[in-house]
């Protein structure tokens, strides 16, 4: 059962597991962008996204987010944190980064 959070608190905790889940995201693949944000969507706490490089296998782009998501998953069982995890296409990658 988890205790109440003061708002202080539980965004602190947020911003940990956003940038835990961004590191394994760059564990798995060394050569992404990765994003993390705290913006809340609806039922969201925050977002993390997964750029990858271009020439990905498809397999390989899978892999990648089922491992991020089910290590979202087991952030959520811990803290009730919902961070949603998703691997972007490597097309739409590179059009975002040449927006910056």
């Known amino acids: 059962m988890q205790e ?14 956003l940038t835990e889940l ?3 995201a760059k564990e798995l ?3 992404a962008v990765v994003e993390a944000s705290a913006v809340q969507y609806e039922d969201e ?8 490089p271009s020439g990905l296998s498809e397999e ?3 892999r990648i987010e089922l491992a991020v998501a089910a290590r979202a998953a087991e ?6 944190l919902y961070i ?3 691997v972007l296409d490597p097309v739409s ?3 975002h980064m040449s927006k910056f």
């Open 4 to 17: 109440t959070l003061s708002r202080d608190d539980r965004r602190a905790l947020l911003d940990a597991k």
């Open 22 to 24: 961004s590191l394994y």
């Open 29 to 31: 693949c060394p050569d």
């Open 45 to 52: 706490d925050g977002h993390v996204d997964i750029h990858p």
């Open 60 to 62: 390989e782009e899978e």
């Open 75 to 80: 952030v959520f069982e811990e803290t009730g």
């Open 84 to 86: 949603l995890c998703a």
């Open 93 to 95: 990658s590179a059009a």
